[in-house]
C-alpha cells in the first residue's frame, strides 16, 4: 500500500468509529495528536484520540461523516482530508443531557505520514466552539 492508502484506511477506521483495534496498524508507536481547541487539548496521541472519537459516537449514536476532498503532498509526506461531521446528540453522556440538537461541522485532518507507511502525527483543524453552540452546549 502506499503512504496515501493507508493514510485513507486511518481516516476512514477512525471517522467511522472503529477504534484503536482498527486503527492501529496504521499508526506509529507513540503518534503525536495536535488539536487547536478545547476539548482537545489534553489529548497528546493518536491513539487517545481515536478513543475520544469512539467516546463521542456513544454521545451522538448514529453520527456520520462526508469526505468532500483528499489530498497527499509527496514532499512532505502528508495527507489532508476535508470531511463534514454530522451528529444529533441523543445518548447518554457530554456535558449536559441529550439536546436532541444536531451539528454539521466541517474540519481538516493533517496526516504526517513516516517512511514505514504509518501515521507519524496528526493535527485536526475543526471549529470546535461552532459545533458545540449548534449541540447546545454553549451558548
Known sequence: MTLF??????FHNCESLGGWEA????????????GQC???????????YVGWMVGFGTIAPGC????????FDEVNKTAL?????NATHTGEGGPVPPTNKTTNAHYVYALK???????????????????????GWME
Do not use: D
Request: aromatic residues 14%.
Open 5 to 10: 492508502e493507508n493514510a485513507q484506511k486511518f
Open 23 to 34: 486503527c492501529k496498524g496504521f499508526v506509529a508507536e507513540n503518534a503525536v495528536f495536535n
Open 38 to 48: 478545547e476539548p482537545l487539548e489534553e489529548l497528546k496521541t493518536v491513539e487517545e
Open 64 to 71: 456520520s461523516y462526508e469526505l468532500h476532498a483528499s489530498s
Open 81 to 85: 482530508f476535508f470531511a463534514t461531521y
Open 113 to 135: 505520514m513516516n517512511e514505514k507507511g504509518k501515521v507519524a502525527s496528526m493535527t485536526k483543524i475543526w471549529n470546535a466552539p461552532w459545533t458545540l453552540r449548534e449541540l
